[in-house]
């Protein structure tokens, strides 16, 4: 079981960076007027979802594993666990906003995607803490 946990947490921290990386191109996205620039970004956006998009199903498939084998005891996996499972909506909308961007209907500003991109790193904050206190 340990094996397993060692191996969630390398996936967990390799979709965390994907995350933290992947809206972090959209701010640049979203300040670019050339349409070179523009084609490029959209194609870096595009391969890093679909590297980071298994690496993400892998951390939760991990995560279940886990949960299964240790059983889900005490409130601080309740709230993990819905926040992993905004994570997971916060990822797929990452993709929502990547199609957009590709489709040329980013509606929103590089400030409004600075502060989006805030978002996973507020998650993983609270999750570590959650999963090391166990405060409840």
Do not use: Q
């Not at 995350?19 to 870096?44: G, S, W």
């Amino acid at each position: 079981m340990l094996t397993i946990k060692a191996l969630h947490i390398v996936f967990v921290v390799s979709w965390f960076a994907g995350l933290f990386y992947l809206p972090r191109l959209y701010v640049n996205h979203a300040m670019v007027e050339d349409d070179a620039t523009r084609e490029r970004l959209a194609m870096m956006e595009r391969k890093l979802y679909g590297f980071v998009t298994p690496i993400g199903i892998i951390a939760v498939s991990l995560g279940l594993w886990l949960w299964f084998g240790y059983g889900f005891g005490g409130g601080w996996l309740h709230v993990k666990t819905t926040l992993v499972t905004f994570l997971i909506g916060y990822h797929l909308y990452c993709g929502k906003l990547m199609r957009d961007f590709a489709a040329g209907r980013n509606t929103r500003s590089h400030v409004w995607y600075r502060v989006f991109n805030e978002v996973p790193v507020v998650v993983l904050v609270v999750v570590v803490f959650l999963t090391v206190l166990k405060p409840f």
